[in-house]
């Protein structure tokens, strides 16, 4: 019960996503499917800014269209303070498609001028506290000054569009004239990937029609274009408001929702749950119905109706499961914390938190769920003769279908076992993963952010700090899943292959302890800017992927990166893994490029006590930053951080796997007290003829162990190749040996053996006078 509460509270924070925005069965996103030139398709959340234009001039149906654009995502000066912030270019449409609401401002003009930006409450409270926020001015890193003009009020729901600003759309043609807008967004058809284009169509307007509107223009514009080097072609289509959170996994998608189909995994694995303890409710109180038959027998010799027993049992199923309803939610308040607590319920906005509407849902589930489990056992006994009651007692048989239990039994313990392998799988892999030798060093690292500032200004103070032996600097960390990556060619006739990069400067090799097999390092001389860039360093794996040739050879050759800067191999470092371990060897090439470092990797000394360094840096941070703390962490704990999403998972399936195996167990407890009720007249019988307690119990136990082999035979072959399938998602993974499924059989039969001796040794036991008497 506990569980369904859980999965019940899950499905209800998951549908709850944009249902206040006005008309939002007209409204839709325009999505993008790039076709791929080997085959296949990638689905984008995104579309080309032009796009949106095209639409509204061609096709009369479409009411309202406006664009979002996530480029402000940065560093903001305001209030005397420099704070992060999630920014999206918006048109002033956007409050006539969506249901936003501003406290302050005009929501018909606030987003008219060029350099105007609208705060969310939280924002302006964070960078205006307790004065007013209209009209003062904030400074976006790299774009200039903007003039706050409203301030949004707080959604009166959730939604999936998640920003901290709004800047004015009008802004973007000044911000690319100048330069500092990376491409030209408003004009760039091939920009598939950073505009969210939304459309509201007329009443009565056919989606159909829109889609083919889509079509032609697409078919116009991109006919005659130059695509990327992998695309053939795209192709628009339109995905309701109603069905993006949650919805499919797309690239570029808004909001953390939960996937749709973990969704659908989360309801069947409920279903699952509930039957499952539905039944084995109906087989112990058919199992204990000997005890109760002498009863039901008495009250209709009294003149009782079949209904009214049937009513009698019924409300007993509900009196249970309301029981189980009330520990079920003190367990639920137990576990809350701990789940809240979990890495991906932030990053998929997960909330488990009740309210006076979940109580009824949790109210009528326990009343339905109670009369489910009551239906069986009072449609079985209800209809039972008083004379076939108490006459015939020991030749009563109280399910017609007993193959049925047999089947659901070994389902149970099937489904108990395939957790338990899943279980396994997972906790060795992350275990392997964690263990794995990545070719790099991270002993006595840590990693300190730079936050915008310079790295020629805070290496010489951090360096001079006792206890850092070397300070190197990187654009993002190895070993996360932190990704970049540029077309690279040899020639310009060459077809462009995407590399992933990384900015890194001369000390990072050797910092991390990384092996050269041919060439050297960047000079001590390195450019500092992408134009005065020369060199690159670059994997064996690189050398092969592009005909290089030997390490050797390859020093000295040109490159060419993106569109037409040329870079000569200065060196070849040995293979190493540099993305977490679900990932093949890749290509490999180091940039030095100092405008892109964002992170200095410091090697404390060895000996060194940590926290007493850290304090040190901080203390110098502070007086070179101070209005920012120091954002540092060590470089095996980022390492780890890439991994908790499978120990989340690991967490969650442990729970499911204990679960089915009290549930499994409890039907197994149901099976066998039935057995031993239903034949202890048998055991009186045989004990008295000289049978021992241990041929008693191996008598009683022996189709229940057979169950148990079933069950092993059955999930076992399962096990295997779910746990294999699992595996095959890391190109760095355990082989799937007995080791992975021997403690999920192991536990599978103690458990089986513990529940079924509980009852048969207690039949081998008993007083044989007293089960003979009785009859």
């Not at 109180?285 to 009294?302: D, F, H, P, Q």
């Not at 006076?356 to 949790?362: D, I, P, S």
Request: charged fraction near 20%.
């Amino acid at each position: 019960m506990s569980v369904c509460l859980f999965i019940l509270l899950l499905l209800r924070n998951a549908y709850g996503y944009d249902q206040f925005h006005p008309e939002a069965d007209r409204v839709f996103r325009i999505n993008t499917e790039a076709l791929r030139k080997g085959g296949g398709g990638d689905p984008y959340a995104t579309s080309p800014w032009p796009m949106g234009a095209a639409l509204a001039a061609g096709f009369a149906q479409v009411e309202h269209i406006t664009r979002l654009a996530s480029r402000v995502n940065g560093e903001v000066t305001g209030g005397g303070k420099i704070l992060p912030v999630r920014g999206m270019f918006a048109e002033p449409s956007f409050f006539e498609v969506f249901g936003f609401s501003l406290t302050e401002g005009n929501a018909a003009t606030v987003l008219n001028e060029p350099f105007s930006i609208v705060l969310s409450a939280e924002s302006a409270d964070r960078f205006f506290p307790r004065s007013e926020a209209v009209g003062k001015t904030l400074k976006i890193n790299g774009f200039g000054e903007f003039q706050v003009t409203g301030i949004l009020a707080k959604p009166s729901g959730k939604t999936h569009l998640e920003f901290d600003a709004l800047v004015s759309a009008a802004s973007l043609p000044a911000l690319e004239k100048s330069g500092v807008l990376f491409g030209e967004l408003s004009t760039d058809w091939n920009d598939i990937y950073g505009t969210y284009t939304y459309v509201r169509l007329r009443p009565g307007a056919s989606r159909s029609q829109t889609e083919d509107a889509l079509a032609s223009i697409a078919k116009a514009e991109y006919e005659n274009r130059s695509l990327e080097s992998r695309d053939e072609g795209y192709r628009f289509y339109l995905q309701p408001l109603s069905a993006i959170t949650p919805g499919p996994i797309l690239s570029n998608n808004l909001g953390r929702g939960l996937p749709a189909l973990l969704l659908w995994a989360l309801k069947a694995l409920g279903g699952v749950i509930m039957l499952s303890a539905c039944f084995n409710y109906t087989n112990l109180t058919l199992a204990r119905a000997l005890t109760r038959a002498r009863e039901i027998g008495v009250r209709k010799v009294m003149g009782a109706s079949r209904a009214q027993v049937a009513g009698q049992l019924l409300g007993e199923g509900v009196v249970t499961s309301l029981f189980a309803l009330g520990l079920g939610w003190l367990l639920l308040k137990l576990v809350q914390p701990g789940f809240n607590s979990l890495s991906f319920t932030e990053f998929l906005d997960v909330s488990v938190r009740e309210d006076r509407t979940t109580a009824l849902w949790f109210l009528g589930f326990a009343v339905a769920v109670g009369l489910l489990a009551g239906v069986l056992p009072a449609l079985a006994m209800s209809r039972l003769s008083p004379a076939s009651v108490l006459q015939r007692l020991a030749n009563l048989r109280l399910l017609r279908h007993f193959g049925l239990r047999k089947v659901l039994l070994v389902s149970q313990f099937a489904v108990s076992l395939l957790f338990i392998v899943m279980v396994t799988a997972i906790s060795k892999q992350v275990g392997y993963m964690m263990r794995i030798d990545y070719g790099f060093s991270t002993s006595q690292i840590l990693n300190v952010e730079l936050q915008g500032q310079s790295a020629e200004k805070i290496i010489p103070l951090l360096s001079a700090v006792p206890g850092v032996e070397k300070i190197s600097a990187v654009s993002h960390h190895l070993g996360t899943h932190q990704d970049w990556s540029d077309d690279i060619r040899i020639s310009s006739t060459d077809e462009r292959q995407p590399v992933r990069e990384y900015h890194v400067d001369r000390n990072f090799s050797e910092n991390l302890e990384l092996t050269f097999v041919a060439g050297e390092n960047f000079p001590a001389d390195a450019a500092d800017s992408s134009e005065l860039e020369s060199f690159a360093l670059v994997n064996e794996k690189f050398c092969e992927r592009f005909a290089l040739g030997t390490p050797a050879e390859a020093i000295g050759k040109q490159i060419i990166v993106g569109d037409s800067m040329r870079l000569s191999v200065r060196g070849v470092l040995k293979d190493f893994i540099f993305r977490p371990a679900e990932n093949p060897l890749e290509p490999l090439l180091f940039r030095n490029n100092a405008s892109q470092w964002q992170w200095l990797n410091l090697k404390l000394t060895a000996g060194a006590d940590p926290m007493a360094t850290i304090t040190a840096l901080s203390r110098t941070w502070a007086g070179a930053v101070p209005e920012r703390p120091i954002e540092s962490e060590f470089y095996d704990e980022t390492i780890r951080e890439t991994y908790a999403p499978f120990r989340d998972m690991l967490a969650i399936l442990s729970v499911f796997a204990l679960l089915g195996i009290v549930i499994a167990a409890l039907g197994l407890l149901g099976m066998a007290t039935y057995t031993v009720e239903t034949r202890m007249k048998e055991v009186g019988v045989r004990k008295v003829l000289g049978a021992s307690p241990r041929d008693l119990v191996l008598l009683l136990s022996r189709r229940f162990l057979v169950l148990l082999g079933v069950s092993v035979l059955i999930a076992a072959p399962l096990g295997w190749l779910l746990g294999g399938q699992f595996l095959q998602l890391f190109a760095y993974r355990i082989s799937m040996g007995i080791g992975v499924l021997l403690p999920g059989i192991l536990v599978l039969f103690g458990v089986g053996v513990l529940t079924i001796g509980s009852q048969t040794w207690r039949a081998a036991m008993a007083n044989p006078v007293k089960s003979l008497r009785s009859e």
